[in-house]
């Protein structure tokens, strides 16, 4: 195997390259999961509306003609998924589980029975337009900046101006502390005046539209087509990403971009198909996960909002 | 709660005074409010979800009515199918529902199942052993493997914290990669040329035999059931479910009972996966015959679904599975006649659960539904116009999703009788709760069909101008019938004060 000096720079771009592509709906979607949990209301849903995201911008970009429009549809679509999850947890005081659950099987038969509907196919849907991605030509030829960051979907730069945006809201902002205190300490917010379960209903809509658009990536920039059940279990990585993280914008950054990290180098392995490496290629996608549960198990513990998963009642008993 | 174990000399009296009190504590449970509730809340769920499904169908261009005429038909026509499908959703509903019972939350019952099958299937075609303890064998191996596959999250909540929801879930992916990769070096059938990769055929001796005649039906079925009776033993007459319940419903008073909730944590996970483990392998020792990789339809996952819509009640688990079994063949029925899709009944599926999560959609039903007539009756100056726009947006929502099932209509006009007809169940919800900003909406569903109507007339052949426009001119009526009412109101409450 020849291996130029050239060729192993390359690589590394071309690592940091599918690093941003798989952490950027990571990222995304643990954000809107942290938006929920931060103002109470554990969101296990994150895959439905993802899985809803991805298919409504893929509908209305191929509709449409125009990928900006299904971009904007895929994070409509995931806020009222959300705002439904929000209308019975919130609002009906229902079982935030149990109402994710049923978020995620929803998702998953209406996207695909939509599937049918729109395209007439089984497994995946028609090619639509995507979003062009950023191309900046001065460093297109540097081999490592250049592939890693010479063409670059902009969702990828709006994921990292979500990032900021959320730190800001949440730490600066009046609604970002009563996000929090919602999901610390109802009562106290109440006491202050304030509508908790509206706080928690923009909450849980944000959460939603941040995971559409996390989907809306997957189906427009990262790929152009819709396919079944696409988002293949991301949404509860990202979820996992949110607990490793510790419940903050920043913490969601990392601990997505470690995940996609990982996935990078196991597609960058793949290809590579180094003989002895590729018969464990299962090990390697297992890394993630088992990382998970040792770093829960072993290192820090993580400390949740504390009223989160409780539905707020005025005066509650006890 | 407890029965203490009495001398073996008494022990018949006191086991028929036992199983009498346990009749009349039945009949008296029967009588009571509380018992029917959640048999009530099921039942309009399901007529509900049923109800948004069916406008799911119609805005997707297909026939509800066929469609649930040839799902009955299905469910009538094939029982034994209905009990096929059941079978593994009976024993995943009862391990979600177990750890439930515990407080915990195995979302990951699919990797267990994974585990479980694998290490049957292995037992099943690697060792050779007489006909009947063969499949016992299999099946004994095969819980113990979901079992420590629950054992360990559950061991990692107790003593170090970590969330059950996140470990479980990520060790079912693990257990499911590590299957595959079992399937596709280690152990994959020799040469075998089929995509998929699978392990070899389990021997004959291995196999539960189907019964009744059926095709597909196996006595995997009297072991489901008979692990309803073992569950519901277990929650409701053994020490350890009584601490388990006690741990569930409140961990710190356990432990200040003397309840140790660490060890019953780990042993209800533990159990939680034994179960998990045991429906895979009679999945593969009863119907696949051989471990293939990525063979469970989500069973796992749909075990979440069933323990929630049976309340993680034992035998409402099992009346949950059949339901969905039910679905399941129905399904297929639905989507080999009138050609609906079979992911349909996943829709009917998640709409079930979402509606069982909110109890208290059923109180807001029943609090409107009998309060709105005696409000009417009560002030009926006031509530008429109010009961108008009640119509008409009841009336708007089913003439606009009509018009959405309309073949070849543009895509324009689609999207405004879908916002037009979502507008008037949001407009029906709030005028039905008097919530207020019913002129608001009245007014917005009388501008909206003004605008169809002026649409379809200007741009496309006019078809629904006339329907459009009368509804816009009654709307109008009652919106200016409601501000009118409005402003007097607001005189009389001034001059009042």
């Known amino acids: 195997m020849m291996q130029s000096g050239n060729v192993t720079l390359d690589l590394l771009g071309w690592l940091i390259t599918a690093t941003l592509q798989w952490s950027t709906p990571l990222v995304l979607a643990a954000l809107g999961g942290m938006f929920s949990e931060r103002s109470g209301v554990v969101n296990i849903g994150l895959e439905g509306m993802m899985l809803i995201g991805a298919f409504s911008a893929a509908a209305v970009s191929g509709l449409t003609g125009s990928a900006w429009l299904g971009l904007l549809a895929g994070i409509g679509a995931g806020g009222l998924l959300a705002a439904v999850h929000a209308l019975v947890c919130v609002t009906f005081k229902g079982n935030q589980i149990v109402s994710g659950a049923g978020v995620i099987l929803f998702a998953s038969g209406f996207t695909t029975v939509m599937l049918k509907v729109v395209w007439n196919q089984q497994g995946v849907g028609n090619q639509v337009p995507t979003i062009p991605d950023v191309v900046i030509q001065p460093i297109l030829n540097i081999p490592v900046l250049g592939t890693a960051f010479g063409r670059v979907s902009p969702i990828i730069y709006i994921m990292f101006f979500t990032v900021a945006l959320s730190y800001y809201v949440l730490y600066h902002t009046p609604f970002g502390l009563r996000v929090r205190s919602s999901g610390e300490d109802p009562s106290a917010l109440d006491s202050a005046g304030v509508n908790v379960d509206h706080i928690r209903f923009i909450a849980v809509v944000i959460s939603g539209c941040l995971s559409g658009l996390a989907g809306a990536y997957l189906s427009i920039s990262f790929l152009n087509a819709f396919g079944k059940l696409m988002t293949s279990g991301r949404g509860f990585i990202a979820l996992a990403a949110l607990i490793f993280g510790n419940w903050t914008p920043i913490g969601c950054l990392l601990a997505g971009t470690f995940f996609g990290f990982l996935n990078g180098l196991q597609n960058t392995i793949q290809i590579l198909n180094i003989p002895g490496v590729a018969l464990y290629l299962n090990f390697v996608q297992m890394l993630p996960y088992v990382l998970v549960v040792v770093a829960l198990a072993g290192i820090r513990r993580s400390v949740p909002p504390k009223a989160v998963g409780t539905a707020y009642e005025k005066e509650a008993k006890g | ?497």
Request: proline share 4%.
């Open chain 2, 1 to 497: 709660m407890e029965q203490t174990e009495s001398p073996s000399d008494v022990a018949a009296p006191t086991m028929m005074r036992s199983l009498e009190m346990w009749f009349l504590e039945k009949e008296n449970a029967a009588l009571t409010w509380g018992f029917w509730k959640p048999i009530v809340w099921a039942i309009v769920s399901i007529a509900l979800s049923l109800l948004v499904s069916a406008v799911i169908m119609i805005l997707s261009g297909y026939d509800p009515i066929l469609a649930y005429t040839w799902l009955l038909y299905g469910i009538l026509r094939q029982p034994d199918y209905v009990l096929y499908f059941a079978t593994p959703l009976i024993l995943t509903g009862l391990s979600v529902a177990l750890a439930f019972k515990c407080g915990l939350f195995n979302i990951g019952a699919e990797g267990q199942v994974y585990l479980g099958s694998m290490a049957a299937a292995i037992i099943g075609y690697a060792i050779a052993l007489p006909i009947f303890v063969h499949p016992l064998v299999c099946l004994a191996v095969g819980a113990g493997a979901g079992a420590l596959w629950g054992f360990v999250p559950g061991l990692l909540k107790a003593y170090r914290g970590a969330h059950e929801v996140v470990t479980t879930m990520m060790l079912s992916y693990t257990a499911i990669l590590f299957t595959q990769w079992l399937s596709t070096y280690p152990l994959r059938e020799p040469g075998q040329v089929q995509m998929v990769p699978q392990l070899p055929q389990i021997l004959s001796s291995a196999m539960i035999p189907k019964i009744l005649g059926s095709h597909y039906l196996h006595l995997g079925i009297v072991l489901a059931i008979a692990s309803v009776f073992v569950v519901d033993f277990i929650i409701k007459r053994t020490v350890l479910g009584y601490e388990m319940r006690a741990v569930g419903l409140n961990r710190d008073a356990a432990e200040c009972a003397g309840i140790d909730p660490r060890r019953n944590m780990a042993i209800a996970l533990g159990l939680s996966g034994a179960l998990a483990g045991l429906a895979g392998s009679e999945e593969i020792l009863g119907t696949y015959g051989r471990f293939i990789d990525h063979w469970s339809p989500s069973i796992g996952f749909d075990g979440i679904t069933v323990a929630v819509l049976g309340r993680n009640h034992p035998w409402g688990c099992l009346l949950a599975a059949v339901f969905f079994g039910a679905l399941r063949a129905g399904g297929t029925f639905m989507n080999l006649v009138a050609r609906v899709p079979i992911e349909m009944v996943g829709v009917i599926q998640g709409l079930i659960v979402l509606f069982v999560a909110a109890p208290r959609i059923n109180d807001w039903l029943a609090k409107n539904g009998v309060g709105y007539p005696i409000w009417i009756k009560n002030n009926p100056k006031v509530a008429l116009p109010n009961f108008a726009a009640l119509c008409l947006a009841a009336w708007s929502a089913v003439l606009a999703f009509g018009f959405c099932a309309v073949k070849g209509i543009s895509t324009t006009l689609y999207v405004l009788f879908l916002v037009t007809a979502f507008l008037g169940i949001v407009a029906f919800v709030t005028t039905l709760s008097r919530r207020g900003h019913v002129l608001v909406l009245n007014s917005a569903i009388v501008a909206l069909w003004l605008a169809i109507g002026v649409l379809d007339r200007l741009q496309f052949g006019g078809g629904t101008f006339i329907t459009s426009v009368m509804v816009a001119c009654v709307g109008l009526v009652i919106s200016a019938s409601l501000a009118w009412f409005s402003r007097r109101e607001t005189k009389e409450r001034r001059s009042k004060s």
